[in-house]
């Protein structure tokens, strides 16, 4: 059987693909039964344990710390954007990004800025999502270096998932993201019960496939 669609995922601050795949393994089990593929990569940066926002309990043995798609001290995101367009010339087509956190708004930035050039992607799946425009939350990056990134407002269709008690990235970043940045009709908010975290939950998950079927058969 023909895989039915390929979707790429991008991870939060401080993870790798493999630790976002474990943590998503409830959508992506699911998504596995549908016959989609999903491609979990790295982010270009490779961090060091004092750029952690927390102390870590053990120290891997290949110092490994996980990953990020920009520094929050910097918020230069060029590589990143860079690795996301070579991943879909390389091992594309894709039909959807899902992203979580800081992957999340790359996925977004990505989106809007490429989605004419890969006609094949067809929607962008966010959990707690932001804009590096005007979001308290990155008050030590410059909003002006991103002004340009959200002129244009997202045409595809698009999902912000946010969760009740997410202390990490409040939810009206995530809902300000969807009114303020996405074309009329286009952005589905939808919101968790629980914190900076995808939920695993069968119930909440197959409403999202749901939303990805209905994405893909437009």
């Not at 089990?29 to 270009?44: F, G, R, V």
């Not at 800081?102 to 989605?115: D, I, K, S, Y």
Request: with cysteine.
């Amino acid at each position: 059987m023909s895989v039915k669609g390929r979707i790429l995922c991008l991870h939060g601050f401080a993870q790798t693909g493999k630790i976002f795949a474990e943590k998503s393994s409830g959508i992506r089990k699911l998504l596995k039964k549908k016959n989609y593929e999903t491609i979990y990569i790295d982010a270009p940066i490779k961090l060091k344990i004092n750029e952690l926002p927390f102390t870590p309990t053990t120290i891997p043995e290949d110092e490994n710390f996980g990953f990020a798609w920009y520094r929050l001290n910097e918020g230069k995101i060029e590589d990143s954007i860079n690795l996301i367009n070579k991943t879909f010339q390389e091992k594309g087509p894709f039909d959807g990004i899902i992203g979580f956190s800081q992957g999340a708004a790359l996925a977004f930035v990505f989106a809007n800025l490429f989605h004419s050039k890969f006609p094949s992607l067809k929607f962008i799946m966010m959990f707690s999502s932001y804009s590096f425009y005007d979001d308290d939350y990155l008050s030590k990056l410059d909003p002006n270096l991103y002004r340009d990134l959200y002129l244009q407002k997202l045409g595809l269709r698009s999902m912000h998932i946010y969760g009740k008690n997410d202390n990490v990235i409040k939810s009206q970043l995530s809902i300000k993201l969807a009114n303020n940045y996405c074309e009329k009709g286009t952005a589905t908010l939808f919101e968790q019960p629980g914190g900076h975290f995808i939920p695993n939950s069968k119930p909440l998950c197959r409403g999202w496939i749901e939303w990805i079927e209905e994405s893909m058969s437009q």
